[in-house]
């Protein structure tokens, strides 16, 4: 642990801009390998299937039940990184994320309840983005660069942007490889860059909120409450920390837990409708080739990364909140325009970008916003769960489609209800979470009626 002793008390050390740098770099290359693995799945599944003998309906369980794995797993990391720290954190879901992708290239001959475990595990690499926007939020907070505190926002939407490349990626290289090392061949492939990323983390700094959450609680444990109670008001925070699942729904940390994992849940709706089955989408209601639809994909992806950085530079300057409340009610007026407009290839190409630029170009803001919401003794318990609850969405969303389809609907209405309306919703409760002080030198929730900067 970091110290500075400042008139005989400690300190934790300052953040230099190096440290900085290296975590910030860190972070998306571990952002964008864990995407890579969970993409990974989905564009295999079909292979998979072949190989195990799986039809259709059995590949959608399978794909079911390893969603509801991934939130189970996904939910468990929170705690873990305030316990032991965001660098653990990071370790653990990068690494994770490299181990799952290793095993799930030998599960295929076992059975669909080993794999189905396994892709469990695909939950760790998930889960890392909460601890990147934890882990970020505290040490860009700490910085004393002020151009780190002005645009912070927009360097986090740089790592945030390791979705669409890690997606890319996955697409790109799985057309390459898949035919000469085969589906399994892929998932070995994906496991060595991000196990090389999880050694990469081990020579991260440790925040300096952990830092001193860590000195406050071995201080309590040598009976010096006083000098715990000292550095707790130094660092403005509580001397009596509250840890577990339990703790992010107690006192100002419940608003942000019920208004954000809600918000989240949402609009894992139209990310599943448009993102995962945009192919399919396009395909029914469009009569979109496939090599077309793949084609307009890899054309949204790339807008939206234009989409992380733009929203990550207006959230410094309009709030957080107010530009991804505000982005994912124009992604889903997009996606319905999209939906019920003409079918002419261009319409369809610029209308579906228009809408992922505004669905996912937010999550630059969105987990950040997470990590300023919650105080740091509950930082990484708060952004696993407003995270994790994300695929229950996408869970609902398929069911309910699967409902639709069933009772004669088309895939016209069925994305509509479970795509665009969703979208719109979940922009709309994002306004009901708190503002937070932007600039401030620690991040803490504004208290109602307090303007947001």
Same mark, same amino acid.
């Given at each position: 642990?970091?110290?500075?002793?400042?008139?005989?008390?400690?300190?934790?050390?300052?953040?230099?801009?190096?440290?900085?740098?290296?975590?910030?770099?860190?972070?998306?290359?571990?952002?964008?390998?864990?995407?890579?693995?969970?993409?990974?799945?989905?564009?295999?599944?079909?292979?998979?299937?072949?190989?195990?003998?799986?039809?259709?309906?059995?590949?959608?369980?399978?794909?079911?039940?390893?969603?509801?794995?991934?939130?189970?797993?996904?939910?468990?990391?929170?705690?873990?990184?305030d316990?032991?720290?965001?660098?653990?954190?990071?370790?653990?879901?990068?690494?994770?994320?490299?181990?799952?992708?290793?095993l799930?290239?030998?599960?295929?001959?076992?059975?669909?309840?080993?794999?189905?475990?396994?892709?469990?595990?695909?939950?760790?690499?998930?889960?890392?983005?909460?601890?990147?926007?934890?882990?970020?939020?505290?040490?860009?907070?700490?910085?004393k660069?002020?151009?780190?505190?002005?645009?912070?926002?927009?360097?986090?939407?740089? $790592?945030?942007? @390791?979705?669409?490349?890690?997606? *890319? #990626?996955?697409?790109g !290289?799985? &057309?390459? /490889?898949?035919?000469?090392?085969?589906w399994?061949?892929?998932?070995i492939?994906?496991?060595?860059?991000?196990?090389?990323?999880?050694?990469?983390?081990?020579?991260?700094?440790?925040?300096?909120?952990?830092?001193?959450?860590?000195?406050?609680?071995?201080?309590?444990?040598?009976?010096?409450?006083?000098?715990?109670?000292?550095?707790?008001?130094?660092?403005?925070?509580?001397?009596?920390?509250?840890?577990?699942?339990?703790?992010?729904?107690?006192?100002?940390?419940?608003?942000?837990?019920?208004?954000?994992?809600?918000?989240?849940?949402?609009?894992?709706?139209?990310?599943?409708?448009?993102?995962?089955?945009?192919?399919?989408v396009?395909?029914?209601?469009?009569? $979109?080739?496939? @090599?077309?639809?793949?084609?307009? *994909? #890899?054309?949204?992806? !790339?807008? &939206?990364? /234009?989409?992380?950085?733009?929203?990550?530079?207006?959230?410094?300057?309009?709030?957080?909140?107010?530009?991804?409340?505000?982005?994912?009610?124009?992604?889903?007026?997009?996606?319905?325009?999209?939906?019920?407009?003409?079918?002419?290839?261009?319409?369809?190409?610029?209308?579906?970008?228009?809408?992922?630029?505004?669905?996912?170009?937010?999550?630059?803001?969105l987990?950040?916003?997470?990590?300023?919401?919650?105080d740091?003794?509950?930082?990484?318990?708060?952004?696993?769960?407003?995270?994790?609850?994300?695929?229950?969405?996408?869970?609902?969303?398929s069911?309910?489609?699967?409902?639709?389809?069933?009772?004669?609907?088309?895939?016209?209405?069925?994305?509509?209800?479970?795509?665009?309306?969703?979208?719109?919703?979940?922009?709309?409760?994002?306004?009901? &979470?708190?503002?937070?002080?932007?600039?401030?030198?620690k991040?803490?929730?504004?208290?109602?009626?307090?303007?947001?900067?």
């Open positions: 642990m970091s110290q500075c002793p400042e008139n005989g008390a400690w300190r934790p050390a300052p953040v230099t801009n190096a440290q900085v740098k290296y975590a910030t770099l860190v972070a998306f290359l571990a952002w964008t390998f864990a995407v890579y693995d969970f993409i990974l799945f989905g564009m295999l599944l079909p292979e998979i299937g072949k190989a195990t003998g799986l039809d259709d309906a059995a590949q959608a369980r399978l794909a079911t039940w390893v969603a509801f794995g991934t939130v189970v797993v996904a939910l468990a990391v929170g705690p873990l990184v316990r032991f720290g965001r660098r653990a954190g990071m370790v653990i879901t990068v690494g994770g994320a490299g181990i799952c992708s290793a799930t290239a030998g599960a295929g001959s076992i059975g669909t309840l080993v794999l189905t475990l396994i892709r469990s595990l695909a939950g760790l690499g998930y889960a890392e983005q909460g601890v990147n926007g934890a882990y970020l939020s505290e040490l860009y907070s700490a910085s660069d002020p151009r780190i505190a002005k645009r912070r926002g927009l360097i986090y939407s740089l $790592v945030q942007g @390791g979705w669409p490349i890690g997606a *890319l #990626l996955a697409a !290289l799985t &057309a390459v /490889l898949l035919p000469h090392v085969g399994e061949g892929c998932f492939f994906a496991a060595i860059p991000s196990l090389i990323v999880a050694f990469m983390a081990t020579r991260l700094r440790e925040s300096p909120q952990f830092e001193a959450l860590s000195k406050i609680k071995a201080l309590q444990a040598s009976g010096m409450n006083g000098e715990a109670q000292a550095l707790a008001q130094s660092q403005q925070m509580e001397a009596e920390q509250s840890v577990g699942l339990a703790s992010v729904l107690k006192g100002k940390a419940r608003r942000a837990t019920l208004v954000l994992s809600c918000a989240h849940l949402l609009n894992w709706f139209p990310v599943q409708i448009f993102s995962v089955l945009g192919t399919t396009l395909m029914s209601v469009h009569h $979109v080739s496939f @090599g077309n639809s793949l084609i307009i *994909l #890899l054309l949204s992806n !790339l807008v &939206a990364y /234009l989409g992380y950085l733009t929203h990550g530079y207006f959230g410094d300057r309009f709030g957080r909140r107010n530009v991804i409340a505000v982005g994912w009610m124009l992604g889903g007026a997009a996606f319905w325009a999209m939906l019920n407009g003409p079918s002419e290839t261009w319409m369809v190409i610029a209308l579906y970008s228009i809408g992922q630029f505004f669905l996912i170009g937010p999550y630059s803001c987990l950040f916003f997470v990590g300023e919401s919650y740091s003794s509950v930082r990484g318990t708060g952004a696993s769960i407003v995270t994790g609850i994300g695929p229950v969405g996408a869970i609902i969303a069911a309910g489609s699967a409902m639709f389809l069933g009772a004669g609907d088309s895939w016209l209405q069925a994305a509509i209800w479970f795509g665009a309306v969703p979208c719109v919703l979940s922009g709309l409760m994002v306004f009901f &979470a708190a503002p937070v002080k932007q600039h401030a030198a991040y803490e929730v504004a208290q109602p009626g307090h303007s947001s900067v």
